[in-house]
Each structure stands twice: as C-alpha cells, then as structure tokens.
C-alpha cells in the first residue's frame, strides 16, 4: 500500500511555505505521495484559539528574533535562496486559497501552488489584491477569471470551510500540519522525524 502524507496547508504561512518547498523531497526518498489539504489558517486559529507566532510571542523578549533565526538557518540548510519575507505581510489568503480548491486535482492544481506560493514568499506580492492574485494564476497559463469566478461560488466556499473543519477535528491547531499513517506532526521542523518514521517501515 503506497504511503502518503497529508500537508494541511494555507499560502499566509511562512512555514507552510518552507515546508512545501522541501517536502517532495523527503517524498521522492521515502517512495510517498504528498496530499496537499486546503485550510484557511485563520479559521483553524479561531477554533482552536491559536494565534500566530508573530502576534503569540510578539511580546517575549528574544523569541521573536530566535524564530527569525530558526527560519534563516532552515533556509540556508535546504538552499531556498528564492525566498524573500513578503513586505505586507500578513497577507489577507482568503480568496487564494479558496482559488486552490476551484482547481482540477492534478496539473491545475500543482501549477497553482507553485505559482501563488511564488508570489507569496519569493515574489514579495500583494496576494491578498484579486488583480494581483489573478495576474500571478494568467502569468503561470491557469485561467484566472474561471478560477476566481469559481472561489466565489458557494460549493468551493464549502469546500475550504470544510478543509477547514475537519483539519480542526483531526487535531490541527496550524500550518503546516502532517499526518503520516495516523501520527501528527506539526512544523517544518518535524520533516526529519517523518522522513525517519517513513524510512523505519
């Protein structure tokens, strides 16, 4: 039976990105197969009464600049020199990621992540403007004015709303989030632990 890891994702962030761009290769070593999950963080921060680091630790001497820290040595360590922290961030990713769950499963929807992660956190844009968001979906040969027209019908409403919950009900309080053969794991940092559970079977 081929093994999976579930990704609970959401473009806002930073360490989703991360983890997205160094996931498939512990995939690629372990013989996986990633399940991208579309969440609105947001929503999983209000169920669970979870904040975000930067408003979490905001007010604790030094934690802050540690995780800046973490993050830079992370990045050095995989060689993700496209990075760039998004100058407005937190950047609003309601309607990019309700754009992801409008997408076809297979190539749209790989082309979409890369192209909208790109924009988010190599690029430095403004994703949380729909012009801006559907010019980053035309420049990547996607049909943004389908694609949004879509994120605005109420079935694709539904489907983030119910990513959402249920990420919630299986125990996620943010992103990235993992789920390999039943175990949680949350962080980028735990990648190594799921490659070694994956590697031990």
Not at 79 to 86: I, K
Not at 143 to 166: C, H, S
């Amino acid at each position: 039976m081929a093994k999976t890891i579930d990704f609970i994702f959401d473009f806002a962030s930073l360490n989703a990105y991360l983890a997205y761009r160094t996931l498939p290769a512990v995939a690629q070593r372990t013989g996986t197969t990633i399940t991208l999950i579309p969440v609105l963080l947001g929503g999983v921060f209000k169920a669970t009464g979870n904040q975000a680091p930067f408003t979490a630790f905001g007010g604790i001497k030094g934690k802050l600049d540690y995780e800046m820290l973490e993050i830079r040595r992370f990045i050095a360590a995989h060689g993700l020199a496209e990075f760039q922290m998004n100058p407005h961030f937190p950047v609003n990713s309601l309607t990019a990621m309700r754009g992801l769950c409008a997408c076809a499963p297979g190539p749209e929807f790989d082309a979409y992540v890369t192209a909208v992660a790109a924009g988010f956190w190599e690029r430095g844009l403004q994703m949380g403007d729909p012009a801006v968001l559907a010019s980053v979906i035309t420049e990547a040969g996607l049909d943004a004015e389908r694609l949004l027209t879509l994120a605005q019908t109420d079935a694709v409403k539904a489907r983030l709303a119910d990513n959402t919950a249920a990420a919630v009900a299986r125990g996620a309080f943010g992103s990235p989030t993992f789920y390999v053969e039943g175990e949680m794991f949350f962080g980028k940092e735990r990648l190594g632990q799921i490659e070694a559970m994956l590697t031990a079977h």
